[in-house]
């Protein structure tokens, strides 16, 4: 049977535009259906305007810490209007680029909605289309808190609409997000309350970054409500008031709640496809990310595996390159580095002291210190922690993981030797690059401890 497309991409986000754009490449009829914007949550409402606004948060210590470096700089405020303006003509430049590289590539685009009416079969914007393969893209979005009035308070979304920085912010959730945001608002002048649940932030990174972190929260006046769940949401007057359990209360002008995000399936007609859903509702996928119905593949948050936007694009190219290049292959899930732009940032590769003590004895190389441009700003709690995880077997370096300045950049070259399997002699062969922060991971002579031995003996 002859179908409209070869490849149909529902989605166009960051993993479904490189899999449409590449499967085009390798000479296949392809459409692709985007009902919001073109560039998806990375592009609009995540990853790339985020940034902005933590370069915006950045730029306000910097001229504040300016004086220590001899320049007479006088700060008059803040303009979130000048930022948003800056920030989404930079955004509306990039969904034009993403929709060019689409065109470009022979892609056919719908701006529209797309939904199964059976395994081949699309709805796209009220238009019937068949497609020989399908992939859904269609990534997640945020939730909030089962707590009455949670409607009351922001989603991530949300905070790229807002006017004006809001002079409190109470924000409820300490993952990536919530986190980011945290410090982003802090830096631009607000007073910043977060509450989590656990007894450090960022569940699942290494112990001593996750301690490190708290510390520099502490250090600019972040107030942590540590081990605190959220009860309630109330408007009182002009002012949110946020109870928690146990009987506390936080007012504020605006609630920020990053409490998780979830596969975004609601009306794709997936049971009309055949296409089955794992108990927490993300696309259930095999390892070549093939469905339950053999013709239909998901890519991205919708599996909810690893969401981060170069682990989809990844996935994505593998997949056109599998279905139509000819050079069947899979994205590796494994040593993906990763960063959190929380002020100073997060940048980490590879397995945590905690999960590779699990698995045998391993040597671990620690150090703080002061690095140089604040031991002249005297800005206080800027100290940079960076960290080697190292099998004691096979020397291989397990995990390395920062927090302080430029930790993003700095670890995506880490991401390289981990990812190849290099051992500390390898680390310790290299000549640093001297004035930096960075030459540290390679002048880590002395080991701080061992960990993980018992585990080994038993
Ligand atoms: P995360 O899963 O990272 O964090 C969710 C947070 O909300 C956790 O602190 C969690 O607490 C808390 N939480 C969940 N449910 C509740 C509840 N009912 N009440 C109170 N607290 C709750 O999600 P995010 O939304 O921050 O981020 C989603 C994903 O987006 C991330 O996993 C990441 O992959 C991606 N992302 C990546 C970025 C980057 O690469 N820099 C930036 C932003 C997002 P607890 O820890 O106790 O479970």
Redesign the pocket.
Known sequence: MAYDFDLFVIGGGSGGVRCARIAATHGATVGIAEERFWGGTCVNV??VP?KIMVNAAEYGQWTEDAAAFGWNVERKGFDLAALAAARDAEVARLNGIYGRLLTGAGCTIFEARATFLDAHTLDVGGKRVTAERIVIAVGGR?VP??IPGAELGML?DDVFRLKQVPRRLIV???????L?FACIFRGLGAEVDLV???DLPL?GFDADIRTALKEALDAQGLRQHVGH??ARLDRQGDHLRLSLLGGEAIEADAVLF????EPHIQGLGLDRAGVMCTAKGAVEVDEEHRTTAPNIYAIGDVTDK????PMATAVGHALADTLFGGTPRKADYHNVP????TSPPIGTVGMTEADAAAQGPVDIYLTRFTPMRHTISGRPGRKTLMKLVVCQRTRKVLGAHMLGEDAAEIMQGIGIAVAAGLTKEDFDRTIGIHPTAAEEFVTLRTRTREAGVRAAAE
């Not at 409820?172 to 919530?178: E, F, L, P």
């Not at 990053?258 to 995000?261: E, K, M, N, V």
């Not at 990763?338 to 732009?341: D, K, N, P, Y």
């Open positions: 995540g990853c985020k945020a808190p089962p991530s409820v959730g300490s993952g990536y997000i919530g980011e989590y649940r656990a569940r769940h959220p990053a409490t998780g995000r690893l969401n981060l936007t990763t960063a959190v732009f």
